[in-house]
């Protein structure tokens, strides 16, 4: 009677598998595809000129990177400064490879990340980087202040980590403190204006003034199109020998312009400007004392301010040939609250 059972019980599998594969076409071989593509490689941190902040001497640091190929890797090898650092050859998947790499021993300096991708038929790619890693203790800002640029040898922002924009060959010389930015013909900083901008606007840095161009934009928040009643914008002119500096910024329904509020004969010099702005007032100190101060009807309208560019009027303030300023620019801190007159001494002693 086992019997039975057993054989009925094979009889009823066998003709299941039958009827489930019935219409399914039986699994031929199908020849992999010849090779043609080299591999891709895309290393996505650091990038191109970044500098790595860190506030530990010898740092770690995760290199991030995408390798991969129509067919099949063999081998991905990381370099720096030349030297192997990391070989992988095997995948879990064979095509694809993300691949985060953590660098123990990093210590301060420039740096060059090369990464070679092979495939199995011996095409190769490469991608390099140059990137800089520098000790930068903890930062604690002061109260409103959303941008601080010590512009010591790099463009970062130590209050976020990021670093700015920089377009053209500017340079970095002797500063005020430590080094400071050298502005070039067709150079400038710029950022995204997102958390930068509020009801309340100040700003304060270290300026040395090159009276070459005669003209040139130093700080423009401003929309596209010439219309002044919306953003802000620092820019210098010439006067004979002398230059005056000027700001012009809009309230909507109106622009204020305290037009020149410093004339100087430019002797190499530096001095230290701090515009303060709020609903009903702005004030303007050069080397902590108040030069000018005017009533206004209402705090700055932002809109369309989608940038910040120190350095020059671009993109959208280069119309009376305000284009890039090749002065020195040095500790430049960038605040959504008005600063007092002791805020501002305060801000000239300290780094």
């Known amino acids: 009677m086992k019997i039975i059972k057993h054989l009925l ?40 000129g970044k500098v790595v902040r860190s506030s530990d001497e010898v740092a770690t640091v995760t290199f991030k990177l995408i390798a991969q190929d129509d067919i099949e890797l063999k ?7 030349g ?20 660098y123990t021993n990093m210590t301060d300096g420039d740096y060059v990340l090369t990464v070679n991708v092979t495939d199995l038929t011996g095409k190769t790619a490469s991608q390099t980087v140059n990137f800089k890693k520098v000790t930068a203790p903890t930062y604690n800002p ?20 990021n670093s700015m924009e920089v377009t ?37 840095f270290w300026y040395q003034l090159n009276p070459t161009p005669a003209r040139g934009g130093i700080l423009a928040i401003s929309p596209v ?18 230059q005056n500096i000027g700001l012009n910024f809009g309230v909507t329904e109106a622009e204020v312009w305290m037009n020149p509020f410093v004339q100087i004969v430019p002797e190499g010099q530096w001095m230290h400007i701090a515009i303060t702005i709020s609903a009903n007032k702005a004030t303007i100190y050069v080397d902590g ?20 560019t120190i350095g020059s009027g671009a ?37």
């Open 315 to 351: 993109p959208n303030f280069t119309y009376w040939e305000h284009f890039s300023d090749q002065s020195l620019y040095d500790e430049f801190h960038l605040f959504t609250k008005v600063l007092s007159a002791a805020e501002v001494l305060g801000l000239m002693g300290t780094k």
């Open 9 to 48: 019980g094979y009889v009823f599998i066998t003709l299941m598998m039958i009827s489930c594969n019935k219409g399914i076409d039986p699994i031929t071989e199908v020849a992999p595809k010849p090779d043609q593509s080299a591999p891709e490689v895309n290393i996505t941190f650091p990038v191109e």
């Open 289 to 308: 004392q108040v030069v000018l101060e005017t009533e206004t009807t209402g705090p700055i309208d932002w809109a369309g301010c989608t940038s910040m």
């Open 142 to 161: 002061l109260a409103g202040e959303v941008l601080y640029l010590p512009l010591d040898d790099n463009y970062l922002d130590l209050i976020t980590g």
């Open 75 to 81: 081998s991905v090898v990381l370099l720096l400064n």
């Open 168 to 204: 053209g060959a500017p340079t970095f010389v002797e500063g005020k403190t430590g080094s400071a930015y050298a502005g070039a013909a067709d150079a400038f900083m710029s950022i995204p204006a997102t958390g930068l901008l509020g009801g309340e606007f100040s700003v304060a």
């Open 225 to 242: 199109g010439d219309s002044r009643n919306f953003g802000l914008r620092v820019f210098r002119e010439n006067s004979g020998d002398k």
């Open 83 to 102: 030297s192997e650092i990391a070989s992988y050859t095997s995948f879990k998947d064979y095509r694809r490879a993300m691949i985060n790499y953590d």
